[in-house]
């Protein structure tokens, strides 16, 4: 999504906000002016409820019909501009009665055909992707005249939603609104189904039969059971419900989405702040089928006649960046409601169809076929950012087109206003509560903002959003942190607890702190920015600096103050000298790594880098065959390196500036490859932090981290039993460090009390976001009771990957519930037991040999329908396929 501009040539927009939230915000506003200073092809879906051309007259404003389509059109113009060449306009436009006569106006259907006109007809150039129905069985019966009293027409109950599009093929998965199969049809997927040719002469094959997750939903939106909400702040779970359900009361025109409630949140909120609702309201279905249906996560969706913004709270719970606009205020000011901390959701996100038997699709076609880098290299951008929390991993790939990265917010953050320590005790002060705390922010420190404006309203909404802009920029550093998927609430990070210990010692807090924004955020790269510009002898300028990081790969407006707020905080830490000197004498104490090693760090190539990431990764601390390592990086990173040059493209600089060693065996035709190893340099320096970082969170020393793989599985087998607890503990770190995972938190660590096992939590954002539940077990023997009650965790911990790892056997049992759950559901288990220690044991990079295994047996027993005979087949041609090694 393209950002919206930040300069004075946006003034309308910018001035327009009313509200925000993570993901979206609300303009007040005239929606034609505020489309036109959006980018051209920057929406994806534009969904929509404009007024309509009725009889009667309307209070929140509605065109006669014989004028309607001309004005219509002026909207249309914006619509196709800045929609992306495959976005969506879905329109939501009921129809309409000649006035004085039981006929239908046909104002709608001439709108639809100007707008699908082509452009030198004088129409807009939309295609009609298809047409929609939104059923509403609590319409009244109007025209009353021939409806109830003449009994002439039946009850009009249908709105018409046209869903066009600027090209044939608009994006569009119907997979994400499959509605549950009917009693008949699972009674024809359990019991099958015999090919035959029915009467029409449509032949209908065995396929018919197959099990496709859910039915293709028809063109007819029906919520028919919206909950109702007795009591403010009660969740409400919803879910889509596509079945037909007959409306018996009055006969009607299409054989459904009330939009009547009158006691829910919204609705009772009004009432309280004596605020009139929105008359004609979204029903939360329609927007939700249309969201899931043609966007994806991440995707930006406009509702230009906002209303009561049911549009913009769908996007927000679905995972979509969303912009309302509109022009009555107290439309606006109720359509808030829907966000507040205790408003209920409206719809359950659907979950993100990306799941793992997809990835390893993907791992196989990376594997079998010659996919092109570009494909690669993305994947690798979305997994490597902050992965080691060194300044060489958020540099751009050169294996890839120009990703824009993210530089951290901070606005209204500046140290000038309040002391680290004084804003994170206010944070302490006012934990969980998100609202208390921006109003304790605005209290103190922006009370006296915008006095000179006369309209109360606008200050305090000026102040509020001040406040706001200093909580985003809390979390943007990391200071607080969401509590799970609450964004009205917070929680204090590690790193606010350990600046707080260190309060009688400022000083000291003040560089914990520069550490933190040199090594987890984006301060490494402003201090890279900064010294190019002058080194050319140029003057640093706020502007200047946001060109260079822009080069850098970062997106940033020009305007931000995200670079000077991030330099005064490094500031405090005589990072720099002067305004723009930076001192790296300085950096090097704080980082306790000098400023040669970072320029080298710098410097050196991406494969260089990834290859080096990689041995850190697997401890090289004894001379290993260079093509083992390049086996874990190709399978973690995603990257393809050059076989016929790689000695001299990346092992020999590496050498050079003595971050690793190598020794050759043999020499001339058929030589074996160069055994690598890590240099004291690089270890002393790169790994320790590695594992000084994860010692703080696993609470394990930086001599138990540094043990070898081998000499945890051994003490696995010692008489001790805190012995044998440690080295379970670790064995769960070296699963997490082997799998590239990011260590979330201990769930228990029961060795203490005897029962042999522990658990922790870990994270992995390549491919997708995913979170892992990681079970060690020191037992002989693994039952199917464990494996349930791995599962059963998981509505706790959240986890779509379960692992569980045990030092003995798993029963034949076990590995069946663990082929059916992963067949049946959406949970992904993988079970280690002692043969696959052992050969990890040997060599650490087959741990991926072994993970890749059992994935394709899933994918292929769960997608492909094959046997496991089959299965062994392709795995023994798979078998055959060469190791990648120096030519």
């Known amino acids: 999504m393209q950002n919206l501009p930040a300069n ?30 959006l980018p051209d092809e920057s929406v994806d879906l534009i969904c929509t409820s404009p007024p309509f051309a009725l009889v009667r007259k309307k209070e929140y404003g509605n065109v006669e019909a014989h004028k309607y389509i001309e004005w219509f059109k002026n909207f249309a113009y914006q619509f196709h501009r800045i929609l992306k060449p495959q976005g ?29 006109k082509p452009p030198q007809e004088g129409g807009l150039g939309f295609y009609l992707a298809q047409e929609l129905y939104w059923y509403n069985p609590a319409k009244l019966p109007t025209p009353a005249e021939w409806v109830t009293v003449r009994r002439e027409r039946v009850k009009d109950a249908v709105n018409t939603v046209w869903w066009l599009s600027k090209d044939p093929h608009p994006k569009a998965n119907n997979k994400n609104v499959l509605r549950p199969y009917s009693e008949a049809m699972k009674n024809l997927l359990k019991n099958g189904y015999d090919a035959k040719l029915r009467p029409s002469g449509h032949d209908i094959s065995k396929k018919f039969g197959n099990d496709r997750g859910g039915a293709i939903p028809p063109n007819i939106i029906n919520a028919q059971d919206e909950p109702n909400i007795n009591e403010i702040g009660k969740p409400v779970l919803a879910s889509f419900d596509w079945l037909l359900v007959h409306d018996l009361t009055q006969p009607v025109n299409v054989i459904s989405a009330s939009n009547t409630a009158s006691n829910d949140y919204y609705q009772k909120r009004c009432k309280q702040e004596d605020i009139k609702p929105h008359p004609a309201r979204f029903p939360q279905a329609l927007p939700e089928f249309v969201i899931n249906l043609c966007t994806e996560p991440g995707d930006l969706v406009l509702d230009p006649f906002a209303g009561s913004n049911m549009t913009g709270r ?33 719809v359950i996100p659907l979950p993100i169809k990306k799941t793992n038997k997809q990835k390893i699709s993907e791992l196989l076609k990376c594997k079998l076929e010659d996919s092109p880098v570009k494909q690669n290299a993305k994947m690798l951008q979305s997994s490597s950012q902050y992965q080691l929390s060194l300044p ?28 680290l320590l004084e804003i994170i005790k206010l944070c302490q002060e006012c934990e969980p509560n998100r609202n208390e705390l921006e109003k304790q922010i605005a209290q103190r420190y922006f009370a006296n903002h915008s006095q000179q404006n006369l309209d109360v309203t606008k200050a305090s909404a000026n102040i509020g959003k001040l406040a706001m802009n200093c909580f985003l920029s809390l979390r943007a550093y990391r200071i607080i942190e969401k509590i799970e998927n609450n964004d009205r609430s917070y929680k204090l990070t590690q790193l606010a607890y350990n600046l707080i210990d260190n309060q009688d010692a400022p000083e000291t807090a003040v560089q914990l702190f520069a550490r933190h924004i040199l090594t ?4 490494m790269s402003l201090l890279k920015a900064i010294e190019a510009i002058n080194a ?57 790594i000098d400023k040669d090693y970072i320029d080298e760090l710098y410097t050196l190539s991406t494969q260089q880098k990834y290859f080096l990431l990689a041995m850190l990764h697997l401890d090289v601390s004894n001379l290993t065959p260079w093509n083992q390592v390049i086996k874990y990086a190709t399978s973690v990173y995603k990257i393809r390196f050059s076989s016929k040059a790689f000695v001299q493209e990346v092992i020999a600089p590496l050498v050079e500036v003595d971050l690793i060693e190598t020794e050759k065996t043999t020499s001339g035709r058929g030589a074996k490859p160069n055994k690598v190893k890590l240099t004291d340099k690089a270890r002393n320096d790169l790994v320790s932090r590695l594992l000084m970082s994860i010692a703080e969170m696993t609470e394990l020393t930086q001599t138990e981290l540094s043990r070898s793989f081998e000499d945890v599985i051994k003490d696995l087998d010692d008489n001790d039993k805190h012995v044998k607890g440690k080295a379970l503990e670790l064995l769960a770190i070296w699963m997490i460090r082997l799998t590239s995972l990011r260590f979330t938190k201990w769930r228990k660590r029961d060795y203490e009390t005897g029962q042999g096992e522990v658990d922790v939590l870990a994270a992995s954002d390549r491919f997708v976001y995913h979170r892992w539940q990681i079970q060690c077990k020191n037992t002989k023997r693994v039952d199917v009771d464990v494996l349930a009650k791995e599962v059963g965790m998981t509505f706790v911990t959240g986890a779509d990957v379960v692992m569980i790892v045990t030092t003995g056997q798993f029963t034949r049992d076990a590995f069946q519930y663990a082929y059916r759950m992963m067949e049946m559901s959406r949970y992904y288990m993988i079970l280690l037991q002692r043969e696959d220690i052992e050969a990890i044991k040997d060599d650490k990079t087959s741990i991926f040999q072994i993970l890749d295994r059992k994935a394709r047996r899933v994918f292929a027993k769960k997608e492909l329908a094959m046997t496991d005979t089959e299965v062994d087949e392709i795995e023994n041609e798979e078998s055959t396929l060469t190791d990648f090694n120096e030519e």
């Open 88 to 116: 969506s306009l879905v329109i939501d436009i009921g129809g309409s009665w000649l006035k004085g006569y039981p006929v239908r106006s046909l104002y709608h259907f001439e709108l639809a055909i100007e707008l699908c």
């Open 392 to 419: 060489f991993i958020d540099e751009e790939n050169e294996f890839m087109d120009r990703q824009t990265l993210k530089f951290t917010y901070g606005h209204q953050f500046e140290p000038e206003k309040f002391s």
């Open 536 to 592: 050319r002898g140029e003057q640093p300028q706020l502007e200047q600096i946001a060109y260079e990081l822009q080069e850098m790969g970062y997106s940033i407006s020009p305007n931000a103050i995200y670079t000077s707020t991030m330099r005064k905080w490094l500031e405090l830490a005589s990072v720099f000298e002067r305004e723009y000197e930076i001192n790296w004498d300085t950096v090097s104490e704080i980082l306790e």
């Open 314 to 346: 769908v996007a927000e719970t679905l995972q979509r960046k969303w912009l309302a606009f509109e022009i009555d205020l107290q439309y606006l000011q109720a359509s808030r409601f829907r966000f507040e901390a205790d408003a209920p959701l409206v």
């Open 520 to 523: 987890n955020l984006t301060g």
């Open 8 to 37: 004075t040539q946006f003034s309308y927009l910018n001035n327009s906000l009313h509200y925000s939230t993570e993901l979206g915000s609300a303009h007040l506003g005239d929606s034609l002016k505020l489309m036109q200073e």
